[in-house]
């Protein structure tokens, strides 16, 4: 046990980090003037803000721990588990990113209504929810570990801690403060990882020199069985790729890397982010086998995935002073904390903006939208907490949560994507098979305590090829036997290479009498406009009137955001929110070469919505 200094430190050293989280999350508060600043940062990050957030999201604290018990257990082989998965989803991104970033949307749920149609979009909310939810629990998992190896402290106290500190500076920041954070947590994991893994390695040998050091290697690795070595060592080549299908679909269509997409500052930003993402991944990850080839030759080797998702952490706590100890607990706890807010984050903007704003409240004001989603990740948390006190392994959580993600959005989000084809009935008949039979394999392996595998080898992994395989059958069967989809439903997402397609409109460059914010991201410029409005504006009368006025004006993912339909881009669209009670945001993300046009297009806007105004009032 540590000493009563190093918790004490451990302590300060948090309190520190809290204090640093709530300047941060009101620097990015005072910066939110638009519904892209708070989800997606302005889209203005980096290649290198998305490589350290996107290998961060996924690198988490308890992804360090149980990575390394892993490579202990059982070798090599599980590489296929985690490590490969994680990387090749991330260059998988990378590989589609230009689609991704071209999307009109600001959820995957809201991306599948303008797709497909409405019916789909709560209930991949709601699994996407579910999903980031156990996610975070995976966190919460670690950071008991973390509390409960170093200083003794009880899991519900560690949760308790953990939720608690989460919330205080959760209701401050946006997307944009989850990604400083992601960036903190990331390089300090990574020296931890690359620091631990080699004192691990140097421990056993005990050299005198260099030299020395060398040539005990060879012995230190020939004192592990043959079988550590081994990559197919669970279940063969047929193994590897059953585990591949079970976690990489899931991964790929992941919610939370492409906000990060979706919030680079172009394309190229996004891709080389992803790329860079997927190196930093590789490099702590063969820190932490490096750790493992250590550890075995240091301990026992244990006997479950607990004990062994653990060891990580008694090694430091037998080989490090309390004071190095009390810096490494509260990297640790950054890191859980990070990692959590952001799975929060994702999750609660799924419920605030495709279930509140988009099915109860569609007039709600942004800055009411912000504070709703806050809440909603409060919520989130103290679900994912409590969660974790009755999941007793942090692969668990993680596998479960992608599983069900694997089964029944997919499909879906990659086909709508990628196949002009696919239909509302294809998608929702993917959704509701697929995902819903993956819930009753899982369900049935936890009130039948038993694990599917045993009964036949090809339902691994909670019998995944099953759900996946349910998925795309009737993903692909049913979309072929019914109607194509509308063209106003493929438009958006099969633009022509060169531009997206224009039906001109005669404007006059009358923009100049107008405050039209401008700010150029990359390829693209984000031109926003407010108008204000009288604080009695019914939003949904105010929507009717303004589409009899001009009836380009639609609504193609809920009321609560109007576009000016001229382009089949929607990005480049105008599209019209409730700012506040007295404001109208107009946004409009047109390539910087059609700035001039789009700046004239929105001083037509301005007078419809005028107009629609004065006949409401």
Known sequence: MAALGGVNLFFALLAGYIILLVLIG???????????DFWLAGRSLSAFNIGLSAAASWLTAGALLFVSGLFVLIGIGS??????????????IAAISKKIKNTPALTQP?????????????????????????????????????????????????????????????????????IWTDSIQFIFLALTAVSVGAIALYLPLEPANINDAVNRAGTLLNGIDSTWYDPFFLGGVSGALILMLALLPGWVAEQDPWQRVLAARDVKAARRGMILGALLLALVFTACL??????????????????????????????????????????????????????TTSGASCLSRDIYQRHLYPGATQYHMQWINRLLIVLLIAIAAIVSLYVESILEAVIIATVIATSSYFFPIMGGLFWKRANSC????????????????????????????????????????????LSAVSFISISLVTQPPPQQNTKPF????????TQTEPVKPQSTLLDIKRQITGERAQLTH???????????????????????????????????????????????????????????????????????????AHKEIIEAINMRV
């Open 26 to 36: 009101f620097a990015s508060y005072k910066r939110q003037r638009s519904m892209v």
């Open 79 to 92: 590489i296929w588990i985690f490590v490969v998965p994680n990387i090749l989803a991330l260059l998988l």
């Open 110 to 178: 809201e991306l599948l209504e303008i797709r497909y149609n409405s019916k789909i979009r709560a209930p991949v909310a709601l699994i996407i929810t579910v999903t980031m939810v156990l996610f975070s629990v995976s966190d919460f998992k670690g950071f008991q570990y973390v509390l409960g190896v170093f200083y003794g402290i009880p899991q519900y106290h560690a949760v308790l801690i953990m939720a608690s500190v989460i919330s205080i500076y959760i209701l401050l920041g946006g997307f944009r403060a989850v």
């Open 290 to 343: 490096a750790a493992a080839i250590g550890l075995r030759n240091i301990y026992a080797i244990p006997v479950t995935v607990p004990e062994a998702e653990q060891l990580y952490l008694q090694f430091i706590l037998d080989h490090f002073s309390p004071v190095v100890i009390a810096l490494f607990a509260a990297g640790f706890a950054a890191a859980s904390m990070s990692c959590t807010d952001t799975f």
């Open 426 to 469: 294809g998608a929702l008949s993917a959704l509701i098979i697929g995902g819903g039979s993956q819930i009753i394999l899982i369900a049935y392996e936890f009130t039948h305590q038993i694990r599917l595998e045993q009964i036949h080898p090809l339902l691994t992994e909670h019998g995944v090829l099953v759900g996946l395989g």
């Open 494 to 501: 099969f633009l022509p290479e060169a531009t997206s397609k």
């Open 530 to 604: 407010t108008i204000q409005t009288p604080q009695n504006l019914d939003w949904k009368q105010f929507t009717q009137t303004l589409q009899k006025i001009n009836p380009r004006w639609t609504t193609p993912a809920g009321s609560n955001t109007i576009y000016r339909q001229i382009h089949q881009d929607l990005l480049t669209c105008i599209n019209i929110t409730r700012g506040t009670d007295t404001q109208i945001w107009l946004a409009s993300e047109p390539s910087v070469r059609q700035m001039q046009q789009l700046e004239n297009e929105i001083y037509q």
